[in-house]
């Protein structure tokens, strides 16, 4: 079954460096998303992309991140100068219309 | 703003019984509603997807059904197995959204 793949798994940072968080979408979805989920909090939304540009943004979105799909394939999350607070869990999503959303694995940041 | 609650927090049942998880949401103009399933330290895994024009969606020994009206939906899982075990998440997206809203999870154990 075709799946989100998403790496590294695990990133461990020092606060201030920058980070970038790599996801290889389902190949026929054109809806790819990013969330996080700090440990024992809620899954929360990020941003959502279609037709190479961002289509919806959270308010935890700010200029500290951004986001590329440099390929046909590849869809990543930057944060330019992480803070402590940007600890968690990062799943990157896909679907091929505004239906069911799969996610990744995850890729567990944690800032030092 | 949308909120979505899921109680009760854990729950704890005898291998074989059946069983009910709840959802409930604030805002009744959702698009669709997911439930997922996420084990300990791991990614979201699809369960069922309802379209807001659906009352219920079933998945072998899976059952969710939606009433927008009370904005609730149920997750029912029949003949529960220890391999049920795991944290189980609904959520939402609103017409004219592209974001998920996620509840805060129900804790489940199925006792062998």
């Known amino acids: 079954e075709p799946e989100v793949t998403q790496t590294p798994s695990h990133q461990v940072t020092q606060m201030g460096q920058e980070v970038i968080l790599r996801c290889v979408p389902i190949s026929n979805h054109l809806y790819f998303y990013w969330y996080r989920q700090i440990l024992g909090q809620k899954v929360e939304f990020l941003v959502s992309?279609?037709?190479?540009?961002?289509?919806?943004k959270s308010e935890i979105f700010d200029d500290q991140f951004s986001v590329e799909r440099p390929d046909g394939s590849n869809f990543t999350l930057k944060i330019r100068s992480t803070k402590l607070e940007d600890s968690a869990m990062y799943f990157c999503?896909?679907?091929?219309?505004?239906?069911?959303?799969?996610f990744g694995e995850g890729s567990w940041l944690t800032v030092v | 703003k949308q909120e979505v609650t899921q109680i009760p927090a854990a729950l704890s049942v005898p291998e074989g019984e059946n069983l009910v998880l709840n959802c409930s949401f604030t805002?009744?103009?959702?698009?669709?509603l997911q439930w997922f399933r996420q084990d300990p330290g791991k990614g979201l895994t699809s369960l069922l997807l309802?379209?807001?024009?659906?009352r219920e969606q079933t998945s072998g020994r899976l059952n969710a059904s939606l009433d927008k009206s009370s904005g609730r939906s149920t997750l029912y899982i029949a003949a529960s197995q220890p391999g049920d075990s795991a944290t189980y998440l609904c959520?939402?997206?609103?017409?004219?959204?592209?974001?998920?809203?996620f509840g805060t999870g129900t804790r489940l154990t199925i006792i062998p």
């Open positions: 309802i379209q807001s024009s659906q």
């Open positions: 992309f279609y037709n190479n540009e961002i289509s919806e």
């Open positions: 805002d009744s103009a959702i698009y669709n």
């Open positions: 999503a896909s679907s091929g219309s505004r239906g069911t959303i799969y």
């Open positions: 959520a939402v997206i609103l017409f004219g959204n592209e974001k998920l809203t």
